[in-house]
């Protein structure tokens, strides 16, 4: 036999057997996990196929791409109804989604019977692979700088984030009151989002260093994409996986540290220098770093005053915000850019975008041009606008995932009788579901429509958080950074409406569902210019 022809024949031999090895080991893990089927049985289910072999494997595989169709069938069929129902998950095994009117209760019950910090370090993130240094997983103390600190200097942190996207908006859009430009509008958002953000993280020069943003948004990526990748492998080929990419995670991590790490440690040694010599003449600045500083010197543990360490917890802020906020710019746009107001059903863009030009240019007349905290509380319909965006499309189209570690597990209402769900499980909420329900938006407007005029006269801010908007979590768990990034986004809008003309070009590209997330799409483009004032 000619050995090249041979070849290709016994590398497709040997892939095909290492994928029937995978996919073996994968229905023998998952059955090993859910061998016990009692608890399921007579449950409300959606997504599986009955009397078939290895029915819940099947489906877990399935919904790698199923998820976001199932768990809407799910909630009208179950959830509408007050009903808890099951629903297959490949990295999370069997997963029950919680209806609405349980929310308040289920997601009120004590850390001790519900757990969230590690469903999501060790689900969502995958930490143990992703995070090289566990201590800054152990003890995520920079948390609390993102819900106390930043939220409580908004005042000081408002004119710092609206100065650099005036001027990233200049850099990046251009100044050009003539010609169009056209780009990409994620890469755009990331970009915009990814310099503001970091002119309140750790300020400049870094916040203007075009290398180290680029070097944070791989970073974040690489861990987002990982984490997800791991998920969705068998258990017993996990560590595998995970230590590769944990590898590569580690190498981005590297890369991003060395671009920082001068200037962190000049940070420490002045901060350090600033507390044990009263006649050293420096002051300390007011953002997230220093912040992140001064808590490490509370815990009085040494090593978190190392300045890998510090470096680490800087990137986790980074990690878990930029693309989070970005993933909503990049839809507020088209949102707003392809909005039809009409009322005799023509395409009528221009009914919001001037509405909103005249809202943002008397609110910022009235401040003087300047952006404050308490200016931007002004912007009802900029508010009202990014929080429909949010509803009809959020991150997730399952979210909120708690594992229940109560060793009697917890018991829900149900029309078929109590719904019992034991230790170890995973519970969720669908928020397509529940967004898009027309119970819940009961208006003329179809609730699957973006309609940023839904409730006026009386805007809702979208950092108001109930039973039937859940874009920024739900309870005493509600994402801590949303104050912050509601703040971010409401300056791009506002800076992006009152000085450009922008154009949407061609059909909008339909986001890819991997499992639960929807992944932000590369295709979608705009053309921009100055706005002839």
């Known amino acids: 036999m000619n ?49 078939r072999w290895f029915d819940w494997e099947r489906a877990s595989l399935r919904s790698f791409n199923m998820s976001k169709e199932w768990s809407l069938e799910g909630y009208r069929k179950f959830g509408r109804f007050n009903s808890p129902f099951i629903m297959p998950c490949v990295d999370r095994g069997p997963v029950v989604i919680i209806p609405p009117k349980q929310l308040k209760t289920v997601y009120g019950l004590p850390d001790k019977v519900l757990d969230m910090q590690k469903t999501s370090t060790d689900g969502s993130m995958q930490a143990k ?32 984030i609206a100065a650099e996207l005036e001027a990233s908006f200049a850099r990046l859009w251009g100044t050009d009151r003539n ?22 993280f750790c300020g400049e020069p ?105 470096t680490r917890r800087l990137l986790y802020i980074n990690d878990i915000s930029l693309h989070s906020t970005s993933f909503t710019m990049q839809n507020v746009i088209p949102d707003i850019y392809t909005y039809d107001g009409g009322d005799d059903g023509e395409k009528n863009t221009n009914t919001l975008v001037e509405a909103l030009r005249e809202e943002v240019s008397t609110v910022l007349a009235e401040a003087g041009g300047f952006w404050t905290r308490n200016t931007l509380q002004k912007l009802k319909l900029v508010d009202a606008t990014i929080r429909e965006s ?51 938006y009961p208006s003329d407007d179809d609730p699957n429509c973006f309609n940023p005029f839904r409730d006026a006269p009386q805007f809702k801010s979208a950092t108001s958080l109930d039973d039937g908007f859940l874009a920024f979590g739900y309870g005493r768990h509600a994402c801590p950074g949303r104050f912050f990034a509601l703040n971010e986004i409401k300056i791009m809008v506002a800076h992006m409406v009152l000085n450009y003309d922008i154009e949407y070009v061609g059909k909008r590209p339909e986001l890819t569902s991997v499992v639960w997330l929807k992944v932000p799409y590369h295709q979608g483009k705009v053309r921009v210019r100055r706005r002839q004032l």
Request: a positive charge.
């Open 179 to 200: 010609k169009w430009k056209e780009f990409s509008v994620w890469d755009s958002c990331l970009d915009l989002i990814t310099g503001a953000s970091n002119a309140a």
């Open 206 to 310: 870094l916040c203007k260093d075009a290398a180290f943003l680029k070097s944070l948004r791989d970073h974040g990526m690489i861990t987002f994409l990982g984490a997800l990748l791991i998920s969705s492998t068998p258990l017993f080929f996990r560590p595998v996986t995970g230590t590769l990419i944990g590898w590569a995670c580690e190498y981005q991590f590297l890369r991003t540290k060395w671009l920082c790490l001068p200037f962190i440690k000049k940070r420490l040694a002045n901060t350090a220098r600033a507390r044990n010599d009263p006649n050293f003449c420096w002051e300390a600045p007011r953002d997230g770093l220093q912040w992140l500083i001064e808590e490490s010197y509370a815990t009085q543990d040494p090593t978190d005053l190392d300045p890998v360490r510090v």
């Open 129 to 160: 692979y992703t995070i090289a240094d566990q201590g800054v997983v152990s003890r995520p103390f920079q948390m609390n700088i993102v819900r106390n600190q930043m939220t409580r200097n908004l005042d000081v942190l408002t004119p710092v």
């Open 390 to 440: 949010m509803r009809l499309t959020p991150f997730a189209s399952v979210g909120l995932p708690r594992t229940v570690i109560d060793p009697h597990g917890i018991s829900l209402h149900s029309p078929g009788g109590k719904f019992h769900i034991p230790p170890g499980t995973v519970i969720a909420t669908a928020l397509d579901g529940i967004h898009r329900d027309p119970v819940i």
């Open 3 to 51: 050995m090249t022809s041979a070849f290709p024949v016994q590398v497709q031999l040997f892939a095909t057997l290492i994928s029937a090895v995978l996919v073996t080991g994968y229905v023998l893990s998952r059955r090993r996990r859910s061998w016990s089927r009692d608890w399921k049985t007579g449950k409300p289910t959606i997504g599986t196929r009955s009397n």
